[in-house]
């Protein structure tokens, strides 16, 4: 059974600072590791990482996979309010798509 | 392009009733998936439709939740009876095959509360 474990699952941070979150997976025939940032109720689509070593870069976001040690890491620099979420990190295997339980950063003022 | 549509937006219930949860996925979108998502976990995936067929319903407690999408687009998913463990935000999410992972898109979802 594929399992994704993320950590920590939660984190409060004053503004400015920054974060990583950490994401580990065992996934049988790996395709791909995702991660959404999830406010209300539905995830939106951050990043995709197929590839190890390579850096997916959005704004203050960033993520890399490392396919020998099976994990991610998602930083978010100079962190705001508006960051504040939970962040879900989802593997693409056998199984589908199996995710973890979140990692809920909150970003105090 | 539109998202993926759900309603109720909110349902509570007693234990024991019945409930029932509709999605319409993006327009095209030939895999449609219903994910259960309890409050500190990640969501769940409960059933998985390629058109109007069902590709894995293996986590679905299937002696009291069933799901169906006849003609291949909106699909319901249907509670009954409900238990106090069913709790949760019910997801859906579609896909299609020439997107991959980047095409999921999930809908805003249906928060359940079984009293």
């Known amino acids: 059974e594929d399992k994704v474990v993320q950590s920590p699952l939660s984190l409060v941070v004053h503004e400015g600072d920054t974060v990583t979150l950490n994401c580990s997976y065992e996934?049988?025939?790996?395709?791909?590791l995702l991660w959404y940032k999830q406010e209300k109720k539905a995830p939106t689509f951050l990043f995709m990482l197929t590839s190890s070593g390579i850096e997916k870069k959005s704004g203050r976001l960033s993520s890399i996979l490392d396919k020998k040690e099976l994990f991610s890491i998602l930083n978010i620099t100079a962190t705001q309010t508006g960051d504040s979420a939970i962040y879900l990190c989802?593997?693409?295997?056998?199984?589908?798509?199996?995710f973890g339980k979140g990692t809920h950063l909150i970003i105090q003022p | 392009e539109a998202g993926v549509a759900q309603s109720p937006r909110y349902k509570i219930i007693e234990k024991r009733q019945s409930v029932a949860f509709w999605c319409n996925p993006i327009?095209?979108?030939?895999?449609l998936y219903w994910y259960q998502q309890i409050l500190g976990q990640g969501p769940k995936l409960l059933i998985q439709f390629q058109n109007n067929g069902v590709v894995d319903d293996s986590q679905l407690p299937k002696d009291r939740f069933s799901a169906e999408r006849l003609k291949g687009v909106d699909s319901t998913l249907k509670i009954q009876p409900a238990k106090l463990e069913d709790s949760a935000v019910y997801l859906c999410?579609?896909?299609?095959?020439?997107?991959?992972?980047?095409?999921?898109?999930f809908g805003s979802g249906t928060r359940l509360t079984v009293v």
């Open positions: 999410a579609s896909n299609s095959a020439d997107r991959g992972e980047l095409g999921y898109t």
């Open positions: 996934v049988t025939n790996f395709r791909s």
């Open positions: 989802a593997s693409l295997g056998a199984d589908g798509l199996t």
């Open positions: 327009s095209g979108h030939a895999t």
